[in-house]
């Protein structure tokens, strides 16, 4: 079973390429992200509390995330693999995800994570809310807000990776083909 932690901040092209890996790997794909946006568009009492937290730029909490991660794995007990995408987040986060994975006999293979600059991060995501319409997307204060949490809250787990010898970093500029033969390299040498 190929579990892989797709780790990057936000505009580094952790969707695209986890496209790609889920018809290469056959994997499932777990956006965060798109789980939270169905929940947004659906108009739940967690779609709603998590819309005014992205509105700002900040982090849904641990417990809300954990809970629908659960249940996709729960969901999905014959599966050959999934890309965590957008989580885990915190170290707390990751010791979760390796709790919930560990009472499946499940383990995190490895952690690709994407590395961009901040300029061309807020290049890229100001681009996107042009055409997704995305409000968290569309004004560079929370963008930067965004990216500031990411490298305030997210960054140290690279750490907890790299202790466990499963971090590798990719630079996520360049082509979408030449970044993915890049991660296919990684992978298919685990």
Do not use: C, W
């Not at 947004?40 to 900040?58: P, R, V």
């Amino acid at each position: 079973m190929l579990n892989i932690v797709l780790f990057g901040p936000p505009g580094a092209g952790k969707g695209t390429q986890a496209d790609l890996l889920v018809k290469k790997y056959n994997l499932i794909h777990l956006s965060t992200g798109d789980i939270l946006r169905s929940e947004i568009k659906e108009g739940t009492s967690l779609g709603l509390e998590a819309k005014k937290l992205m509105d700002d730029g900040l982090l849904v909490p641990d417990d809300v995330v954990i809970g629908m991660i659960k249940s996709k794995l729960d969901k999905n007990p014959k599966s050959q693999g999934f890309i965590f995408d957008g989580f885990p987040r915190t170290q707390k986060q990751a010791k979760e995800l390796d709790n919930l994975l560990n009472h499946q006999s499940k383990s995190i293979s490895i952690m690709l994570a994407l590395v961009v600059d901040d300029k061309e991060l807020i290049k890229r995501l100001l681009n996107r809310g042009i055409s997704s319409g995305r409000s968290d997307d569309q004004d560079e204060k929370i963008i930067a807000n965004r990216i500031n949490e990411y490298n305030i809250k997210t960054t140290p787990l690279k750490d907890y990776y790299a202790s466990q010898n499963k971090l590798h970093e990719i630079s996520g500029t360049g082509s979408v083909l030449d970044i993915a033969k890049k991660l296919n390299n990684i992978i298919d040498n685990l």
